[in-house]
């Protein structure tokens, strides 16, 4: 249901809505005494209370610069990535392949995988080891944890169809983003990616 305002109204928990109904009646119990009323005895009605909560529109939309894992930003080229990371334990060239004119090459890190197209980071990939995504999310945190720190995730849609456990972040200015999963409430894969299609 859309408010007057283009956002989303959200029903709270029935705890927050019979709390303000409660509030109400003592205020109302507080204002309305016998002798100043005239009435013989006061009751309170059943108090209606509606409580709004705001959906930011840009939910699952985070600032670019903050699309890094790392120290390793999409688009770094391979120097950049060197500089940070120091040599790969193994390039992955058997995979190389062309798609939609890129040639893809993978370097393997003890804690991340870096996916080359050309010669720019399109795809880092974090699955086990010490990973910083965003210089402050890392693996093993809540999702109330990432949330708390990247905000509400896309909304689930037929256009963001994922598989149970997993969400998705978009760049404001570009066509990448990050997919996080989580294992048993804890964060235990993040991937961040550029659309190359």
């Known amino acids: 249901m859309r408010d007057s305002l283009g956002g ?8 927050v809505i019979g709390a303000l109904a409660v509030l109400a009646a003592i205020e109302s119990c507080r ?6 009323s005239g009435r013989s005895s006061d ?3 059943p108090v209606h209370t509606t409580v709004s909560v705001h959906v930011p529109q840009d939910s699952g939309k985070i600032i670019d610069s903050l699309l890094t894992m790392n120290n390793v930003s999409l688009g770094n080229d391979p120097k ?5 990371l120091g040599d790969p334990i193994t390039q ?3 995979d190389s392949r062309e798609t939609l004119g890129y040639r893809f090459i993978t370097w393997h890190y003890p804690a991340l995988d870096v996916e080359f197209a050309d010669t720019n980071v399109a795809y ?7 990973c910083s995504f ?3 999310v890392s693996l093993g945190m809540s999702q109330l944890q990432v949330e708390a720190l990247l905000g509400p995730p896309l909304p689930i849609s037929p256009d963001n169809f994922l598989p149970e456990n997993t969400v998705k972040y978009v760049g404001r200015a570009s ?3 990050a997919t996080l999963q989580y294992t048993d409430g804890k964060l235990s894969y993040i991937k961040l990616w550029c659309d190359y299609s």
């Open 92 to 94: 992955d060239t058997s």
């Open 80 to 84: 950049e990535v060197r500089s940070r």
């Open 175 to 177: 066509d990448c983003g």
């Open 31 to 36: 204002s309305s005494h016998p002798a100043q």
């Open 124 to 130: 880092l990939t974090c699955g086990a080891g010490p």
């Open 134 to 136: 965003a210089h402050r």
């Open 8 to 15: 989303n109204r959200v029903i709270v928990d029935l705890r």
């Open 43 to 45: 009751t309170v009605g």
